[in-house]
Nanobody
Framework: VQLQASGGGLVQAGGSLRLSCAASGRTFSGYSISWFRQAPGKEREFVAL????????YYADSVKGRFTISRDNTKNTVYLQMNSLKPEDTAIYYC????????????????WGQGTQVTVSS
């Protein structure tokens, strides 16, 4: 499966952005899709996952209540709605796909998009 992330940009603290992850190739509905992010000088970290089965969604504690992940299987697209953004959310955001129902480890995701930059100014 091929993934393409988009929707990043520059936003002030407290603002919102919606990221999109468009997929092509194999049956999209059979994959769990996660968002990871990597800030300068830091390791890549898990942000959110939407599974192909129930329970459907998981979030890192740092974004719970502010970010919402959703999917539209008819459009082969996963979205990450990011509200109440903080400067510490600044990072490159990557979407990734896995056949596993659930994982927060980047090593369980064999398919990756190219990343989209999110910058939150204070």
């Amino acid at each position: 499966v091929q993934l393409q992330a988009s929707g990043g940009g520059l936003v002030q603290a407290g603002g919102s952005l919606r990221l999109s992850c468009a997929a092509s190739g194999r049956t999209f509905s059979g994959y769990s899709i996660s968002w990871f992010r990597q800030a300068p000088g830091k390791e890549r970290e898990f942000v959110a996952l939407i599974s192909w089965s129930d329970p459907p969604t998981y979030y890192a504690d740092s974004v719970k209540g502010r970010f919402t992940i959703s999917r539209d299987n008819t459009k082969n697209t996963v979205y990450l709605q990011m509200n109440s953004l903080k400067p510490e959310d600044t990072a490159i955001y990557y979407c990734a796909a896995s056949g596993l129902r659930y994982s927060t480890s980047q090593y369980d995701f064999p398919y990756w998009g190219q990343g989209t930059q999110v910058t939150v100014s204070s």
